[in-house]
């Protein structure tokens, strides 16, 4: 059975936030269709996917202030 379905779609270009970022670099942020997930696609070098829990652990990780005693 082949089914059809539509997929939430988000997208920037990257040279408003990284000034690495050549003419057309972008980001693209497309949300897998079982809801568990998401696909992340930087320009044409790089694509990643993470379920929800593994975003929410590397939030942790990239937010993780450390604290001196």
Same mark, same amino acid.
């Given at each position: 059975m082949i089914e059809l379905y539509d997929? #939430?779609?988000?997208?920037?270009?990257? #040279?408003a936030y990284c000034h690495h970022a050549k003419d057309n670099d972008f980001i693209e942020v497309c949300e897998w269709h079982n809801g568990e997930g998401f696909d992340v696609t930087v320009s044409d070098k790089q694509k990643i996917s993470f379920t929800w829990g593994e975003w929410e652990a590397l939030q942790v990780l990239v937010n993780y202030k450390?604290?001196?005693e």
């Open positions: 997929r #939430k779609t988000k997208f920037t270009e990257l #040279k450390e604290t001196k």
